[in-house]
């Protein structure tokens, strides 16, 4: 291996309080029922679309309130996102090791670009990606492995040479998809039948049980 691949929310920062408190600002502003942090686990991950649609009773669940509600999201987002949101145990330490080893690091995330940038830049400063890529116009959200072909190339290391590491199923298929090792993590969002269901080679309990893997 010469290279690791990582999701960003539930992988590398824990960011699910901002995210939850985001959306049920949105959603009391509409006086619409909320929802606790567990339920937001399977809410986030694929993008704010997918979770505005999840986070909407179904009977709401369509245009415009879809798009006036992601518009809202967006918002409130930017004006929380660093309110709870830190790096999870062991991480600065992990990437640190990564760095020391030579391994080449990268981030891909369904986060919007503007916010991938922005968590990346400051929850994880002082460590020097390769890359970092969050949801773009035209280019397809993870599973789809075109960002993370993307990146490969980018970096100058073949797919079949790079660990992904995540949280989430969605995770795990994309690294499949684009001919990655899959390493699931279990300190964040899902669970470990959720990783294994996706693809995962491996499952680790602990940022420092990667290195061991390597």
Known sequence: MQAILFDLDGTLLDTLDDLASSMNAVLTARGLPLHDNESYKY???????????????????????????????????SRRWNHSSRPYQGIPELLAALTSRGMSTAVLSNKPQPMTDLCVTNLLAGHNFAAVRGAR?????????????????EVGVAPANWLYVGDTATDMKTAVAAGMRPI?????????AELCDGGAESLIARPSELLELL
Do not use: H, Q, T
């Not at 986030?44 to 505005?52: K, P, Q, S, Y």
């Open 43 to 77: 809410f986030v991950g694929d993008g704010v679309e997918n979770l505005v649609l999840r986070s909407l009773p179904k009977e709401l669940r369509r245009e415009p309130m879809l798009s006036e509600c992601i518009a809202e999201m967006r918002a409130e987002y």
């Open 137 to 153: 116009p035209g280019v397809a959200k993870k599973p789809d492995p075109a960002a993370a072909l993307e990146i490969a190339s």
């Open 184 to 192: 699931g993590v279990l300190w964040g969002f899902r669970d470990a």
